[in-house]
């Protein structure tokens, strides 16, 4: 059974319109988080949270943010898409903040028009 | 900063033994992680490192150096489905288990 689940797997939209990425996950775990992953690249970290603490990367643009309402779900909202935040998101939660594996989602691949 | 290599692509025989390696420079080290990841799919956890040595898991076994900033993760039998790509990720002490990856090993497996 999937533990970290992301929907839409696909997803397409206009440049300049607003999406949003969204994530839920049954394992209960206290930490989730948001990568970037472009073609042939590694996922790139762009913010987590620690319940409901946010925790920004500094070189994430502004574009780009997040909501947790609660323990289950996180969401990635882009303000205003451009082509080059055509990726895979891959949302990603692990218990606690220690040396633990993260366990990832399959991933949203967004396509902008 | 952080800096992870990786080779890019490897080639290798059903059956049997390859060995990607991982070296890396990163502000503090706390770990490292193995990940596999099929194309257009999520990365799968196989491994971690904390201490240097090897840790076996099945068929896969990965090794620490912390002095040389190196591991490398062994396949053996290898079987088709295991062309994926591996990726590398250190954990470093700056941040809440922020992972830097590398770019991956694209590993194809012929028959």
């Known amino acids: 059974d999937a533990m970290v689940i992301q929907n839409p797997r696909y997803q397409v939209t206009q440049f300049g319109k607003p999406v949003t990425l969204s994530c839920s996950q049954t394992?209960?775990?206290?930490?989730m988080y948001w990568y970037q992953q472009k073609s042939s690249q590694a996922p790139k970290l762009l913010f987590h949270?620690?319940?409901?603490?946010?925790?920004n990367e500094a070189d994430t643009p502004d574009n780009f943010q997040s909501r947790r309402p609660n323990t289950s779900f996180c969401f990635l909202d882009i303000r205003s898409p451009g082509l080059g935040d055509a990726a895979m998101y891959l949302c990603?939660?692990?218990?606690?903040?220690?040396?633990?594996?993260?366990?990832f989602g399959d991933g949203t691949r967004l396509s902008i028009l | 900063g952080q800096n992870i290599d990786q080779p890019t692509e490897m080639t290798a025989t059903e059956g049997a033994i390859v060995q990607i390696n991982c070296t890396y420079q990163?502000?503090?080290?706390?770990?490292l992680f193995w990940y596999q990841q099929h194309a257009g799919e999520a990365p799968t956890f196989l491994s971690y490192n904390v201490l240097d040595g090897l840790e076996e898991k099945g068929r896969f076994s990965s090794f620490l150096s912390r002095s040389k900033g190196y591991s490398y993760l062994l396949l053996k039998e290898l079987q088709m489905k295991d062309s994926a790509s591996y990726l590398c990720?250190?954990?470093?002490?700056?941040?809440?288990?922020?992972?830097?990856f590398g770019t991956g090993t694209r590993l194809t497996v012929i028959p």
């Open positions: 990163t502000s503090g080290f706390n770990g």
């Open positions: 949270y620690y319940d409901k603490d946010f925790n």
């Open positions: 394992l209960n775990h206290n930490v």
């Open positions: 990603a939660t692990s218990r606690d903040t220690g040396a633990q594996p993260q366990h």
């Open positions: 990720a250190v954990r470093a002490l700056t941040g809440a288990n922020n992972l830097f």
